[in-house]
């Protein structure tokens, strides 16, 4: 990850939780961020738009994530941005959307939805061009409302120490910091309807 200023970048990282809960959430969820839109926009404005990710997507998620958030790693790692990982993740299925913005691509996220009603936010990025335009704070509010359809009653991300920019951002869409893990990692939820309240579980990527 640059110096720059940046909306959020919540990276995939070893500490994230395994997903769990039946296959069918997956494919529900793919389906409801098919084509997804935001409302109908005034001419000259732009238009931001959340698709599935396609298999021809993955090399640009790749290069993006690695660029955007390789520094963070590093810093908090002591190791190489692990590609390798990030496309057996994304090649496994779990559910990651595409960010347009007048049709072009500008970012992703991914999250794990879990049978205990917590959603995991495994990644957000959005290219260093495009950030400080609100495209990251409409991203968390679709992901966010996706949950809800899912019947899903917290949001959860883990974010490193050495990234006070995401920290930051997280705090001001609601997060809360609820424990930390080793290495260098903060642990946020963010309560978004009732339910019960569980620990985080710390599991190898």
Request: charged share 30%.
């Amino acid at each position: 990850m640059s110096t720059s200023p940046r909306e959020v970048d919540i990276m995939p990282n070893r500490n994230r939780p395994r997903r769990a809960g039946p296959k069918r959430s997956r494919a529900r969820s793919n389906a409801h961020a098919r084509g997804r839109r935001n409302p109908a926009h005034p001419p000259g404005t732009e238009e931001v738009r959340y698709r599935p990710r396609r298999p021809e997507d993955d090399d640009w998620i790749v290069q993006l994530a690695r660029r955007e958030l390789g520094d963070v790693h590093e810093q908090a790692f002591g190791e190489p941005f692990p590609e390798a990982e990030l496309r057996q993740y994304l090649q496994s299925g779990m559910p990651t959307v595409v960010i347009e913005r007048n049709g072009r691509p500008v970012g992703f996220y991914s999250y794990l939805p879990s049978a205990e009603g917590k959603v995991h936010v495994s990644a957000l990025v959005i290219d260093s061009k495009f950030q400080r335009k609100g495209i990251g704070r409409r991203a968390m509010e679709n992901l966010e409302a996706e949950a809800k359809r899912m019947g899903a009653h917290t949001l959860e991300v883990f974010i490193q120490d050495v990234n006070p920019k995401s920290l930051a951002f997280a705090k001001q869409l609601g997060f809360r910091e609820v424990a930390r893990m080793e290495p260098r990692t903060l642990v946020l939820w963010k309560v978004i309807s009732s339910g019960p309240v569980l620990p985080p579980v710390a599991m190898p990527f």
